[in-house]
């Protein structure tokens, strides 16, 4: 098992099935410490008043015996546990059995496990007696809050009315002595339940009240900062924990978006061809390896940037790509979880905004979906390193990007995407930008053609006018087009990368071989230095996503069986029969693609720069001014 602190971890059946006896134990009977009211349990005759010794009896330590299951059996009149029962009863068992897993998990990876070791062959002395203590308390601690989670998420119906209902007496000295703490309370608040409603709506408020006891008391214990990050998942059940978060279990609403069709986007050739691409990509995932076989042969992408001037078309991209996975996540029967990471996750409370970046992260990462996260004004939710005026929050989500996007820890397995979008790239961080694998400019409608079919499209039906000589939505045909569009690149675009371009063939000739490729390469990076070992490896992932532009039909996305279901050996091998190979003209056109990105970036950051300086100028020389006004007037105070 990973660690927690890792992304998410997938808690297996065998950890959690080692725990069945002592959690069966649990809800059969145990033997609890009663806490005591000092008053005796009978009214005294005549009044209202209970009866309260004066006697001390703060060293007798009465037991109870607390027995869950007749407890739970004897709401209602039947014998026989109900359906609702029978569910109750179940959930607690199986959430103590998670909860000692989870504190197992806990145990691993801080010493905890090691302490216990040492602990067994001869007691534990002094610094170290205290830190063991310690980890076992916030390892009983950890364990009640996952139980007390997994009976929210899980138990489903109403919850009761909590008013007048005590919250458990908590003990947090092992993980077992909490749970014990939490089903006594659970038998207390379940005794007299005269119905399967009133048990259910008890059990839930129950837990509620449990959860916000136990984040009430959350500052008393030491070592729980691995388990804040923690994303845990239980398959079996769909539960997932997401550290202390104090509404845990399943929170994936249902997808609300106009989706938009491919051929209501006019422009952006190349950016729609590599959406439909990557859409049919994602469906290859095989569930069961949780592998995508075009992370095996090569050209999945994983990370992308689109970036144009606004109203270029970058949200309607979005909500292309976004309907049609889930339309064939619906024919495949997949679950689809669309994320976007705003402005508004932004928190001015410290590791609070990293907090979200890495559970937005993490949900879209979940090898139980097909996942599609966006980051929309990417510029404005990260920061550049060396800027320090962006808020706190905005570096923290910058660190969680980049580490999530290429870190020493990215696993890619093919179920997901990331898409960045900007309207001035040159903003972001130059180290985030080139973790994006591929480059989408999205300029909107470019040619004559293009503005005549996007004014038709929008204009409606509603209407006689002559369409004139024209052939309607021609220019779209996507093959035409997009082979139109990667011609355009056999020679560079930004003024920058043509000198080097021109340079270079005076100097060397044509490109024809390997050899004249690197000192190309080598030529870009003399003129521009962020042209990096990144920036190479980006390009070559896109001239693989090129060989492996094969044109999945359609008809394997019809039925399930014909494509999304079969095996993933089969899969693969059926990507494989389409595969093209690798050409010059191919590597030519994916080099200047990229590289004048980076020109155009570069550029519009150099830009921006001087202007910055300009501006800083021009306040430096009126405070001067002002400066000399106040002296001459004597009214400068040195």
């Known amino acids: 098992m990973s660690e927690l602190s890792a992304g998410l971890t997938t808690l297996h059946e065998a950890d959690i099935a080692r725990h069945l006896a002592v959690a069966q134990g649990l809800i059969t009977r145990v033997i609890v410490l009663d806490a005591g009211e000092g008053a005796s349990a009978a009214p005294i005759a005549g009044t209202n008043r209970r009866f309260v010794s004066t006697v001390s009896t703060g060293s007798v330590r009465r037991t109870r015996e607390v027995e869950l299951a007749k407890t739970i059996q004897a709401a209602g009149s039947d014998p026989l546990l109900t359906p609702a029962q029978h569910t109750v009863l179940y959930r607690v068992r199986r959430g103590a059995q998670i909860a000692l897993a989870i504190a197992d998990v806990f145990a691993r990876q801080t010493e905890l496990e090691s302490l216990q070791a040492r602990n067994l062959t001869a007691p534990l002395q002094g610094e170290d007696a205290a830190r063991f203590k310690a980890l076992l308390s916030s390892s009983a601690y950890v364990a009640t809050f996952a139980f007390a989670a997994y009976l929210l998420s899980t138990v489903s119906g109403e919850s009761a009315e909590a008013n007048g209902m005590r919250e458990p007496d908590f003990l947090f000295d092992t993980a077992q002595d909490g749970l014990k703490s939490m089903v006594a309370g659970l038998d207390a608040v379940l005794t007299g339940a005269g ?375 089969e899969k693969k091998a059926m990507i494989a029969e389409l595969r093209g190979p690798v050409t010059m003209e191919m590597i030519c056109q994916e080099i200047n693609r990229y590289a004048d990105s980076e020109f155009r970036y570069a550029d519009k950051s150099d830009e921006a720069a001087v202007n910055e300086i300009v501006r800083r100028e021009r306040q430096r020389e009126r405070a001067i001014g002002e400066i000399e006004t106040m002296k001459r007037e004597g009214r400068w105070d040195t």
């Open 195 to 569: 119905d399967d409603a009133t048990v259910i709506g008890r059990c839930r408020a129950f837990a509620q009240i449990a959860l916000e006891g136990l984040l009430s008391r959350k500052a008393r214990f030491e070592h729980l900062g691995i388990f804040e990050t923690s994303h845990i998942r239980v398959d079996q059940d769909d539960f997932t924990l997401d550290g202390f978060d104090a509404a845990p279990g399943p929170k994936r609403k249902p997808l609300s978006m106009t989706f938009k069709k491919p051929e209501e986007i006019i422009g952006n050739h190349i950016a729609k061809y590599q959406a439909l691409k990557l859409a049919k990509m994602l469906m290859a995932y095989d569930f069961d390896r949780q592998m995508n076989p075009f992370v095996e042969l090569g050209g999945f992408l994983f990370t992308f940037i689109g970036d144009g001037m606004p109203g270029t078309g970058k949200t309607i991209l979005i909500q292309m790509l976004a309907g049609m996975l889930n339309d064939y996540c619906q024919v495949a029967g997949y679950t689809f979880h669309y994320e976007n990471f705003g402005v508004d996750q932004i928190s001015s409370y410290q590791g609070k905004s990293g907090q979200n970046a890495k559970s937005f992260v993490n949900n879209v990462l979940n090898p139980r979906v097909i996942g599609f996260g966006t980051v929309d004004d990417v510029d404005q939710v990260t920061a550049k390193r060396s800027d320090d005026r962006a808020s706190s929050g905005q570096h923290e989500v910058t660190a969680v990007l980049m580490e999530s996007f290429a870190g020493a820890s990215t696993v890619v397995r093919g179920n997901s995407t990331f898409g960045m979008f900007s309207n001035y790239p040159e903003n972001v961080d130059d180290a985030l930008r080139q973790r994006a694998g591929a480059r989408w400019l999205v300029d909107g409608p470019q040619s004559r053609e293009d503005y005549i079919d996007i004014f038709s499209l929008l204009i409606g039906k509603n209407h006689d006018i002559a369409l004139g000589e024209h052939a309607l939505f021609a220019g779209q045909e996507i093959t035409k087009a997009v082979s139109r569009s990667y011609g355009e690149h056999d020679r560079p675009k930004e003024d920058g990368l043509v000198a080097v371009w021109e340079r270079y063939e005076k100097a060397h000739g044509r490109i024809v071989t390997l050899a004249d490729v690197g000192a190309y390469l080598h030529e870009i990076k003399l003129a521009e230095p962020r042209f990096t070992g990144r920036a190479i490896k980006n390009i070559t992932d896109a001239v693989k996503m090129r060989a492996m532009d094969v044109e999945l039909p359609d008809d394997w996305f019809v039925a399930p069986a014909a494509f999304m279901h079969k095996p993933y050996d």
